[in-house]
DNA sequence: TGAAAGCTCTGCAACGATGCAGACATCATG
DNA sequence: CATGATGTCTGCATCGTTGCAGAGCTTTCA
């Protein structure tokens, strides 16, 4: 079961466990001869360090732990992906984890029993936590914040400019002459901070523009997720003076969205028009493609990742909100 | 930085570090008393215990690695879901890392400095990777494979029936009289045995029923994704006699056909019938919606675990190919 | 009353690695 | 030739925890 240890290579080659330590590790000065003597035994045992005395050792682990809310979101799922490709690169490895946006294990992973000390460090992308808990917990290991900054000022934290991405693809609609927009994905309580930033926008579109805003057409939704966009469509087509557009507050709601639309015989864009938020590569290939705004993943997870390795090489100064930048994306569900 | 100690609490309450460290995991007797006391300064000082150190002195870290190919592929995101639930059930944690289906990438994972010994065992989805490197490499750490059986009764391994989910897929489109049933997927090479046995399961449907086979309606793809899908459903559309059914080795090439489909105008189901594998939560919500065979990927990612469990505690016997159920669910894209 | 038994609690060693201080041999230098 | 510098190699202590053996005290019972 366990493999050869330091001592066992060191008494086979007639050396120190130091020396065998400094030729594994290429140290400390080694004279040819014996490096390459102690190599051959190496080499005949299969000698492996073993990390976890090392880690106790140097008080590192080399591992990161990323908890997203839901790991089959593809948001989430395609951000994970740039997370570990951006470890991976810095020599970690990451630990993933899902909360499904339950609050009380939101707060387990960070109390007091938690894995917490197998970590160097934190990527929380949090959904039901508040910063209570966040500051309440024992503040052992350095955390950096994905996608939220309801923690102002407390936390590093990374995301979108969340207002002027929704104002942006309002406007996109208006633009086209929509006069009616539908907003679906509020969440108007106190853990839904990313969906108020999105109302506002979308408030903001029209505010700049003259326009009133119908608050009945601003759709609340509990979580992003297919179902429920599809479900807010069908509220909005029930409606007597039903929307002409629509903007989701994800690319999940939007999908949902668009097959409420299809079933019910409209067309998009042309009775409709759909927008997101993520740029999924899903919304590449759904009929019709998905217009969105496409946040910088792979820039959201390099920085996250440089961030969070630099508190905890403690060369990190003050909690620091990083802006990374989106773009819109025009396809056939907005074309016009 | 560093918290504190056993050491530090047991100075500070006047006791032996041994005692606290009892308190703490509730093991020897201590009078009700002196834990009341110790507990009072673990908790003013925060204690929390340095899972390192207890994993050195144990030999185990309770954690488990996951390998996928690639973790923005739904199905693996799906199934990564599953697994993490599944071991946390045990109270395991799981550390995922993606090869992108690089076999020099899925070596090193396995290779001499890797971080296997900070797992417990290892949950593999091998792509790329040969049986002769995973019998070359030490055999530190206990092994499960997932999906594939290419390693022949030397790995525990769990997987669907590929041969009869295909068998059936194909079934179902050759008894609505579909007579030109194109195959998208087959990968007739060294590392593509999970294609292989969906191409045998695709003739066998066709030699039940006496029918022929026209090589010129398999089409391989060197992975299984969206573009990967439209690009070979655009082939099929341009032969002379395209195919009146595509019968797609999973769901991501399915949707690319679809989207191909769509834009050359050919109605689905009417013109040309889709199927795929692995049941994503996205081909509910594609237009039409994606008739497909679903494994069971939560009995899929339980099994797993627990024998990766078993073979971890040293209950497990010989390694064992467990069958996961499918079945075929019905939608849009093939109703009649 | 004395030995055995039971209950608490403690100290030492160990998990496998690395940091540090030095031992020893060799060599150059004045 | 003595001295110091240099180059190799080694042993001890240590990271924070738990396993083990037993110390010290009280209780029990013949």
Known sequence: ?????????????????????????????????????????????????????????????????????????????????????????QGYVVMVDQTDGDAERERELLARDSRATMFD????????????DLRGRGNRVPIVLLGEHIFNGSFHHVAIDNVAAAREATAH???????????????????????????????????????AV????????????RRLGLEAMEHLLALPDPPDAVFCYNDLLALGAMRALTRAGRRIPDDVAVIGIDDIEEGQYSTPSLTTVAPDKAEIARLAVDILLQSINGTATTPSELVVPHRLIVRESTAT
């Open 214 to 225: 119908d608050d009945r057409l601003i759709v609340p939704t509990p979580r992003f997720h």
């Open 121 to 132: 460090g934190l990527l929380l992308s949090p959904l039901a936590i508040s910063a209570e």
């Open 1 to 89: 079961m366990a493999g050869p240890t330091l001592r066992d290579v060191a008494k086979r080659a007639n050396v120190s466990i130091r020396t065998v330590s400094n030729v594994v590790n290429g140290y400390a000065p080694v004279s040819d001869e014996l490096r390459a003597r102690v190599q051959v035994v190496l080499d005949e045992l299969g000698y492996r360090p073993n990390l976890i005395a090392r880690n106790l050792k140097q008080g590192r682990t080399g591992m990161i732990a990323l908890v997203v809310p839901e790991l089959d979101v593809p948001y989430f799922a395609e951000l994970v992906r740039e997370v570990i490709t951006a470890a991976r690169a």
């Open 173 to 211: 609609l208006l633009e086209q002459g929509r006069r009616r927009v539908a907003a679906i994905g509020d969440q108007p309580y106190a853990t839904g901070e990313t969906a108020q930033l999105r109302t506002s926008g979308y408030r903001q579109a029209h505010a700049r523009l003259g326009l």
